[in-house]
């Protein structure tokens, strides 16, 4: 369900940089609050050190006389000091001398078992200890008289105001923290409209042009990332829409093929005439129209549209281009459109194949009073390729004499024959992969010559696995 949830892409950007103010914000406040607390404790204990030994320089003579009046003063005036529990002064024998508080005189003073000792410098011993949940710090600094211990000065403060200093910064950096917080909110939640927004509208436009909609256009009017991926959109589009402009007009062509390569090199000058050597196949059924007569029409038109579609696949499998269809004939083009130096040995494995799938598609289709059998004529030499028809009709097509032959020998062509004229057969002299048997020659309208013709039997027990295999 999380995985479903769906964000805005301010309201993520306004979340972290809300986290990263927070994060940073509460990492400097706890490293203030540590350093506080640190210079507040040494403040007290400088305070305490100091305090200690100043009443034990001012009470040895006191202490000597028993002078318990100048004493109650001197501790009396220590004590008055907010941080001061307590402030004592004990004579040899550790009893009370002087105390902060005038019930204790004259009784033992026993330092607090729990206590721990801190410090001990020249004499001035720093101890810690609890007493009921308040932490305390205890102060012991010897008097001395002429170098020889007297009594002894002790002085008990409190960390509890060191504890209220903490919570007021505490509640101060909460309240600092939280201003802050607000205003990198409001401050986050602006920069992210500002670059939300046009990530928005940039999303429109790609969801406009993905709808076919070319002409719209995005204007951002920035002078950043965001407005050179806006113009790269606009860009696109302008593309995209030339591209189906090209595409409408030149959709009265046959083929798709011609379309791509007209797209996929759009400065050839595709137009105009080229004499080139290509291979010419046709693919022609034997008694269509008298299959055609005595059958459906809607199984006349699955049986065409299953033929059509298996002799175009192998066509172009085979590196040629679907020319036309002439009726129930398939006119096929190799080596004009895409050079290959071997389009009369592609062409002529292409029409072994369509010999070879013929069986499979008879199996597939409806029967409808035949098998279809076709007979293939194929013929190699210079045809003249380019566009030809009208402004309102035009088609990229090869002409020639040579076009010519190989309809012929279409027309020659029994049932499942292949027939290959001179040219082509010369093209394959060199290649044992097909048995060729000759088939004497035609007289051609126009030509002085006879062409020479072979029929293409089969292949070699490799290529026809290797064309069964595909």
């Not at 501790?75 to 002087?98: G, R």
């Not at 090209?246 to 105009?272: C, H, N």
């Not at 005595?294 to 038109?301: E, F, G, I, M, Y």
């Not at 013929?379 to 190989?406: P, Q």
């Amino acid at each position: 369900m999380l995985k479903n949830l769906r964000i805005p892409i301010f309201a993520k950007f306004s979340l972290l940089a809300t986290l990263a103010i927070f994060a940073i914000v509460a990492t400097i406040s706890t490293s203030i609050l540590k350093r506080q607390r640190v210079q507040f404790t040494e403040q007290l204990i400088k305070f305490g050190s100091t305090m200690a030994r100043y009443a034990a320089t001012n009470s040895p003579e006191d202490l000597l006389e028993e002078a318990e009046l100048s004493l109650y003063q001197l501790v009396s005036d220590i004590a008055k000091n907010e941080e001061v529990v307590f402030a004592l002064v004990v004579n040899s024998n550790e009893i009370i001398q002087a105390h902060s508080d005038i019930n204790q005189k004259g009784v033992r003073y026993v330092v607090p078992a729990e206590s721990e000792l801190l410090h001990e410098e020249e004499g001035l011993q720093l101890r810690s200890y609890q007493d009921a949940g308040e932490n305390l710090l205890l102060f012991s600094s010897p008097v001395l008289y002429q170098g020889l211990k007297i009594g002894e000065v002790q002085l008990c403060l409190t960390k509890k105001y060191i504890e209220a200093s903490i919570v007021r910064a505490k509640v101060f950096i909460l309240m600092m923290t939280l201003v802050i917080t607000l205003t990198g909110i409001v401050m986050s939640m602006v920069l992210s409209f500002y670059f939300s927004r046009p990530i928005q509208r940039l999303v429109v436009a790609v969801e406009e042009i993905g709808k076919g909609n070319f002409a719209y256009r995005v204007n951002l009017a920035r002078n950043d990332e965001l407005g050179d991926l806006g113009e790269a959109i606009n860009r696109m589009a302008e593309d995209l829409r030339l591209k189906e402009r090209i595409q409408t007009s030149f959709g009265r062509y046959v083929t798709p093929e011609i379309v791509e390569r007209i797209l996929a090199s759009p400065d050839d000058e595709w137009m105009k005439g080229t004499r080139l050597e290509a291979t010419i196949m046709f693919v022609d059924i034997r008694g269509f129209t008298a299959l055609a007569e005595r059958s459906d029409p809607d199984a006349v038109v699955e049986l065409l549209n299953s033929y059509f579609r298996l002799v175009t696949d192998i066509i172009i499998k085979h590196g040629g281009y679907l020319d036309k269809f002439v009726g129930d004939a398939v006119m096929g083009v190799f080596g004009a459109l895409i050079p290959d130096p071997v389009h009369a040995e592609s062409a002529v494995r292409a029409a072994v194949e369509v010999r070879h799938h013929l069986p499979e598609l008879n199996q597939r289709l409806p029967t409808i009073g035949g098998q279809i059998q076709v007979g293939i004529g194929i013929n190699t030499g210079e045809v003249v390729a380019g566009n030809l028809g009208s402004s309102k009709r035009m088609e990229y097509t090869v002409i020639g004499d040579n076009v010519n032959v190989a309809s012929r020998l279409t027309d020659l062509a029994g049932p499942d024959e292949v027939l290959i004229s001179e040219h082509t057969f010369k093209k394959l002299a060199k290649d044992e992969r097909f048995i060729l048997q000759s088939r004497g020659s035609l007289e051609v309208k126009g030509r002085k010559e006879p062409v020479g013709i072979y029929e293409v039997l089969e292949q070699s027990a490799a290529e026809e696995q290797t064309a069964g295999e595909q």
